[in-house]
């Protein structure tokens, strides 16, 4: 019935426990999150207020379905996410790396997010 966690996994849901307990995002500043699998990364801007997401983009989007879960694709899809959150009026968030460590996609996907303009 569960799935036994690997010892990675279990370590990374304990720093994600961890994070959560400081991070909150609100409609001026949302939470930006990030997810990523084998073969895709997901972004969400989440207003934990009213528990909605106001900005979201992935790999598996038409625009996007070339990019794989590499450091190149990360670049470029926090470029694109910067973009779509300026569109929506939004210049500052709060990063929820999710648990995985700053490091390789997950810093290259932040630094493409800042340089497009957004301030963490």
Do not use: W
């Amino acid at each position: 019935m569960f799935k036994k966690l690997s010892d990675k996994q279990r370590r990374r849901l304990h720093r994600k426990i961890h994070i959560r307990k400081t991070i909150y995002g609100t409609a001026e500043r949302p939470r930006m999150t990030v997810y990523k699998s084998g073969r895709n990364l997901y972004v969400q801007a989440i207003n934990d207020d009213e528990g909605k997401t106001l900005a979201s983009i992935s790999t598996l989007e038409k625009d996007f379905i070339a990019l794989k879960a590499n450091i190149d694709s990360a670049a470029k899809l926090g470029e694109a996410f910067g973009s779509r959150l300026k569109d929506k009026n939004i210049s500052k968030v709060v990063f929820d790396r999710n648990g995985y460590l700053y490091h390789g996609v997950v810093k290259a996907l932040a630094d493409a997010t800042r340089k497009a303009g957004i301030e963490f």
